[in-house]
């Protein structure tokens, strides 16, 4: 099995003293490749510089600004970001979006930041890691007014309505599945909702160190997810589709690689050679 895991935020401080063991868990779990999400400037820093490292598995990872710190992007921010986004480590633009559900930042500071980074990302031509939450109207408002020029997007860890999905659908876009399908109490619609999505569309993520799988047996007890879990969202989705599970890790896996440029075959135990990180310690 060879998995892509799309959304695994490898520069938390729930991975400082242990990443290369969490990573080596997920090559041995059959996860192929990660992509490190970048949600500040800072944060997409570090996580291009994981992904400079040499691993046993395929890391890359993404730029942008997430919508809790939305006020933080300014000039200087866009300059950063430009120049990660050049980068050949950096796949995607993102994670960027609007989040209405705690509003870090303001609701006008989320929708200058996000429709700046949708103006970037069409400038470098590179596709876009979105997220929304209780933002749908908005979201889908500034998106469509760029989705013609975009290289690609994906509305990451999906969580939304039938409605919401259909519309998503229709602006081309590619829809990233967390752990929250494995989740009986609020995640139950989506076991429903995934036949729906056809399977060049389809990708999977464990979002992790958030959203650990809830039908997972063993479940560690300081809750932390980390990308060797994939497999438990790997089933739950083939479970909704009532497709066997080599099938959909093969289709996402593919669709993953398309739309993120991926490396189409890898064989783990083949690391690519190391090129040095510079001046980090
Ligand atoms: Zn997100």
Known sequence: MKLVDIGGNLTNKAFKDDRRDVVARAGAGGVASVIVTGTTVPASVHAREIAMEPWPIEIRSTAGIHP???SSYGPLARRSLAELGRTREVVAMGECGLDY???FSTPAAQRAAFEAQLELAREIGKPVFLHERDAHEDFVEILARHRHALAGAVVHCFTGTRA???RYLELDLHIGLTGWICDERRGKHLVD???????DRLMIETDAPYLLPRSMPGRPRSGRNEPAFLTHVLRAVAQGRGEPEED???????TARRFFGLTPERDSGCPRPYRGHGARQ
């Open 68 to 70: 809790h710190h939305a």
């Open 101 to 103: 559900n705690r509003n």
């Open 248 to 254: 959909v890790a093969r289709a996402t896996t593919a």
């Open 193 to 199: 909702l995934v036949p729906r999505i056809p399977a």
């Open 164 to 166: 919401e999905l259909e």
